[in-house]
């Protein structure tokens, strides 16, 4: 015969103005079964949780029932109550007769019988839980960081200070991502090259960080604390160990033409190459798509020039295998390409050009030194028109959500350019401006009021070019809607960022979840924004949303933070509430017939396959087993299995039909 | 001696196989499946135009697959069904030595799943005209129509699990209808436990049946239960491009999710 306690809680008027508490305990405490049953009106407060440990060791009580809110709000509080009085925290479970019942129902005889109900049928369930125990897992503290943009590299560094290793994975030759190519970054304009490549020797220095650049991951396994991941480092066709960085092989490559990428395709580049000076590392990659001797079969012109011998035509990817216990997302983002602007005739005209070609242009170490100088002549433009929103904001071109960095970069440009040209008139088409955030707004004032950029709200419609100028034609809705037509010598499109291209790949390969942009979706928009949905796995910077670099650094830190707390421990603790695949005595073993159904549709992939070998070690049967430390406890396999092999501890087939039946014999 | 039994007796004398699952002369003119082991036995082999029967429920019945490396008699359905059987870890490959009758009586040899897989591949496996003109009817049904005449038909039903027995894909040790802790099915034959029973059997059956028939010609009370699982052939087909029993690696379309699965079931 069971002992449960029943604790119904009036949460403070939240319950007990439309359910009658009193009535509810004093019902319920006639149940066969329940020993003892109470109200009171914070159950979860000091001396609602003191009167339920009390009551367990004066009726030694063998089950509890709390009556009160949802599972998901108390329900580890009132478990750790049942633990500190001495009973399994699992023998203690909530009906949610707030969200369930008093929250949705008038004051009414009726409601206060549903509740009655509720809690019949969790008595019911009590009397089949049983004792669980804890499960702990093994932390491997050794962190993943995917992406050597500004937000893997503080991630990197964070965690690397902290005394654990760190191995970074970058797709590119060269990290820094996006940052490396800024020019000077609001809103204190500082030299983006001067704060971030200090940072960037400091990963490839640190004694705690493996770096391996020109890499992607290939896949990930396992499970929180213990994933195993594949990495397949790209061949860069020379021996690091040998290459000292010299540089003589890339100023004799033939190939000269090659469109740099770092310089937005405003710059060459070789075939071998260094992406640009400050890159870490040092050393070039053979770029085999444009390479001559890949092309032609023959060249090795720079095998030739190598004082070192470094060159290795021959050399093929490497596919490692590493061990880690947590992994950093930090793949950061792109901006929309040209051809989502015909109407811009961006990708037509020389002179449109995004943001980070803008970027490059007023760059020191840029194409052009760092002058303002248009691309199709190399004159210095008198009239730049920027366009805000280049497709945010504006469902037309699928993306609905605002860019957030595009007004704050926008009107960096503007200030960029009128210190550089000073006889120059910046224009700025706009929607709204949007500078929430420290200095933000002071910085776009002084753009607008110090720098004279003439701001003008409303959206451009078409562009085309006419005698050498770009025809910009708007319209200025603060005037209302009055057309406005500038004949500019240089057009700078903010476009939107985007989700990174592979983005969606690499959350399939890693199994986390994204939203409708392919940006890497956080667990809890509020309170776990650096959390995914998958325990273990952390998100740093813009691979996330549109971010800023102070943001993204915030981000990183975050993430560094929680892959911190998470190698304190040398053992992870788990709720038991995981799946389990029965297991009978000879010949039968087990229900399941290894169909391994129940492996594809694991959300998850924690189901394993064990081999049942008898004595002289043949393999007699194939069952299925479960990964405690990957489970999720989500039943999915349950519904599929066929045979009724696997059943959820904590909710099991018995228990959902005893709830079911509880109600039904009313 | 037909090449039928000189091709399992030399089978069996060079221990490519220990007993081969074939056609015999059964009471009555029936035919009936036997399991044959020696040189003898094979002479009971026989094959005509009667052998319809889908043989390959029984490789994973307990008490033929004591006796060793099996060799069978083929139709489609059968090879479909060893397919699907691979398909779900039941079969390796190169474990089953198939015999396959062609039309004209000849005999195709397939020792791996590669071959019947190529075979299936240029091969009719489709449900038959009579069939399809059953489910037609049904799917022209209103939904309260083809209720009424599912119940009419399960009232029929006296539980005495031959069509589970028959087919090939119900091989679980315990079925659900078995597990009484608890009870999710009743056992009784009543109205509840009848459709509960037989809408369990359609749902296990879902994209993994393999349209043999075996089912319902096993039924003693003549109910064409094989309809149920026959009509869910052509949606999962149309909604996950998936067909049971074509591929020994193929895996179950109702288990797996791709990002491009349709979604227009949901309501
Ligand atoms: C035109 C422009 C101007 C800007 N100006 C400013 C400014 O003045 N001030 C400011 O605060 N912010 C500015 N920003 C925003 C700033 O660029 C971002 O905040 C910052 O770059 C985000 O850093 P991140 O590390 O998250 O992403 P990224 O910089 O995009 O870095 C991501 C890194 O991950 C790598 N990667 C991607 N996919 C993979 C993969 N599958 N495997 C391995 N590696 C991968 C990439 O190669 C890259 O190195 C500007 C942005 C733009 C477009
Ligand atoms: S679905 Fe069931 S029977 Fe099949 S392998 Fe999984 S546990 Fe075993
Ligand atoms: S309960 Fe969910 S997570 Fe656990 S094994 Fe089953 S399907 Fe996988
Ligand atoms: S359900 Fe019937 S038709 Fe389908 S595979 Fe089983 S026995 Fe054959
Ligand atoms: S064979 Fe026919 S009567 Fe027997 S259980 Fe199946 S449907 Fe019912």
New binding site residues.
């Given amino acids: 015969m069971s002992r449960i306690g029943v604790f119904v809680c009036h949460c403070g008027e939240n319950i007990s103005a439309t359910v009658n508490c009193e009535k509810v305990a004093k019902i319920t405490g006639e149940l066969k079964g329940v020993e003892f049953s109470t109200d009171y009106k914070y159950m979860c407060s000091y001396p609602g949780q003191t009167l339920i440990k009390e009551a367990i060791k004066e009726h030694k009580l063998d089950g509890v029932v709390v009556a009160a809110c949802s599972p998901r709000m108390h329900e580890p509080t009132f478990r750790k109550a049942c633990a500190e009085a001495g009973l399994n925290p699992f023998l203690c479970e909530m009906s949610n007769i707030r969200e369930h019942c008093s929250w949705v129902h008038p004051k009414d005889d009726l409601t206060t019988e549903k509740a009655q109900d509720l809690v019949r049928v969790m008595v019911e369930k009590v009397k089949k839980n049983k004792a669980l125990n804890s499960i702990k897992v093994p932390v491997t503290k050794t962190a993943l960081v995917?992406?050597?943009?500004?937000?893997?590299?503080q991630a990197a560094l964070d965690i690397a200070n902290c005394g654990h290793k760190v191995i970074m994975?970058?797709?590119?030759p060269s990290?820094?991502?996006?940052?490396s190519q800024?020019s000077?970054?609001?809103p204190t304009l500082d030299c983006?090259q001067c704060i971030l490549t200090p940072r960037m020797v400091e990963v490839a220095q640190h004694p705690n960080i493996t770096l391996h650049t020109y890499?992607?991951?290939e896949s990930v396994d396992g499970f929180i604390g213990n994933f195993k991941v594949k990495i397949r480092k790209r061949s860069k066709s020379i021996d690091e160990h040998l290459c000292t960085g010299c540089g003589l092989c890339t100023t004799k490559c033939p190939q000269k033409k090659i469109p740099n990428e770092f310089e937005r395709g405003l710059g060459f580049r070789p075939a071998i190459y260094v992406p640009f000076p400050q890159a870490v590392p040092n050393k070039p990659v053979i770029d085999r798509e444009h390479c001559t001797y890949y092309i032609k079969g023959k060249c090795k012109i720079c095998e030739i020039v190598c004082p070192t011998k470094a060159i290795r035509f021959d050399q093929e990817d490497e596919v490692i295998d590493v061990a880690v216990g947590a992994i950093v997302m930090?793949?950061?983002?792109?901006?929309l390409k040209t051809d989502y602007f015909p109407e811009y005739g961006y990708g037509k005209y020389a002179d449109v050009i995004?943001?980070?070609a803008?970027?490059r242009l007023a760059s020191a170490s840029g194409p052009t030194q760092g002058e303002i100088r248009r691309p199709s002549d190399g004159k210095i433009p008198k009239k730049i028109v920027f366009v805000a929103c280049a497709g945010s904001r504006d469902p037309a071109k699928g993306i609905e959500y605002c860019s957030k960095?595009c007004c704050?970069?926008t009107a960096?440009h503007a200030m960029l350019y009128k210190h550089k040209v000073h006889d120059g008139i910046p224009y700025v088409f706009y929607m709204d401006i949007r500078a929430g955030g420290k200095n933000y707004e002071e910085f776009v004032r002084r753009t607008i009021v110090e720098d004279e950029t003439q701001y003008i709200r409303g959206r451009v419609s078409t562009i085309y070019e006419k005698n050498g100028k770009l025809i910009v034609k708007g319209a200025d809705t603060l005037m209302g809607a009055q057309p406005v037509e500038i004949e500019a010598d240089m057009v700078v499109l903010?476009t939107a960022?985007v989700a990174?291209h592979?983005?969606e790949e690499?959350a399939q390969t890693v199994h986390i979840s994204y939203d409708p942009y392919k940006f890497f979706a956080e667990a809890h928009p509020k309170l776990k924004p650096v959390e995914t949905n998958t325990a273990g796995i952390f998100l740093?910077?813009?691979?996330q949303a549109?971010?800023?670099?102070?943001?993204?650094v915030a981000a990183?830190s975050g993430a560094a933070v929680k892959v911190a707390a998470l190698f304190s421990n040398d053992e992870l603790t788990r709720d038991p509430l995981v799946a389990v695949v029965n297991r009978s005595a000879p010949p039968v073993y087990s229900q399941c017939v290894g169909c391994f159904l129940c492996q594809s549709v694991c959300p998850y992939q924690a189901i394993e396959r064990e081999e049942i070998k008898n004595r002289n070690g043949e393999v007699i049967k194939t069952l299925a087993r479960v990964n405690e430390g990957l489970c999720q406890g989500c039943g999915t396999c349950v519904a599929l299995c066929r045979t009724k092999a696997i059943d959820i501890h904590g909710y099991s087939n018995q228990q959902v039909y005893t709830e079911i039946m509880a109600l039904l014999n009313d | 001696m037909s090449d039928l039994i000189k091709k399992v007796t030399a089978l069996l004398n060079d221990k490519t196989i220990n007993a081969f699952i074939g056609y015999e002369k059964g009471s009555a003119d029936r035919i009936r499946a036997t399991f044959i082991r020696n040189e003898d036995q094979a002479q009971k082999l026989i094959l005509n135009a009667s052998c319809t029967q889908n043989l390959a429920g029984y490789l994973l019945k307990h008490e033929v697959k004591k006796l060793g490396k099996l060799g069978i008699l083929a139709n489609v359905a059968a090879l479909r069904s060893i397919m699907q059987l691979a398909s779900e870890f039941q079969i390796k490959d190169g474990e089953v030595y198939v015999l396959f009758a062609n039309a004209d009586g000849s005999l195709t040899e397939f020792t791996d799943f590669k071959s019947i897989e190529a075979f299936l591949e240029t091969t009719d496996t489709g449900i038959k005209s009579e069939e399809q003109e059953m489910i037609a009817k049904l799917e022209a049904m209103t939904v309260n129509e083809r209720w009424l005449f599912w119940n009419k038909e399960f009232e029929k039903c006296i539980k005495c699990y031959a069509c589970r027995a028959a087919c090939p894909m119900c091989y679980c040790h315990r079925c659900t209808t078995d597990v009484n802790q608890p009870q999710w099915i009743p056992v009784a034959s009543h109205e509840l436990g009848n459709l509960d029973y037989h809408l369990m059997r359609a749902m296990h059956l879902a994209g993994r049946c393999v349209n043999c028939g075996e089912c319902a010609t096993a039924c003693p009370m003549d109910i064409p239960l094989n309809l149920l699982t026959y009509q869910l052939i052509s949606p999962i087909k149309a909604t996950f491009g998936a067909t049971a029993g074509m591929k020994a690696d193929a895996v179950y379309a109702l288990s797996t999710y791709k990002p491009d699965d349709k979604e227009n079931f949901i309501i």
């Fill in positions: 995917i992406g050597g943009g500004i937000a893997g590299i994975v970058e797709r590119q990290i820094g991502g996006h940052m800024l000077e970054t609001f983006s890499s992607e991951v930090a793949t950061g983002f792109d901006v995004d943001g980070l803008f970027e960095i704050m970069y960096k903010a960022g990174n592979g983005a690499l740093a910077g813009a691979c549109p971010k800023d670099i102070p943001e993204s990183a």
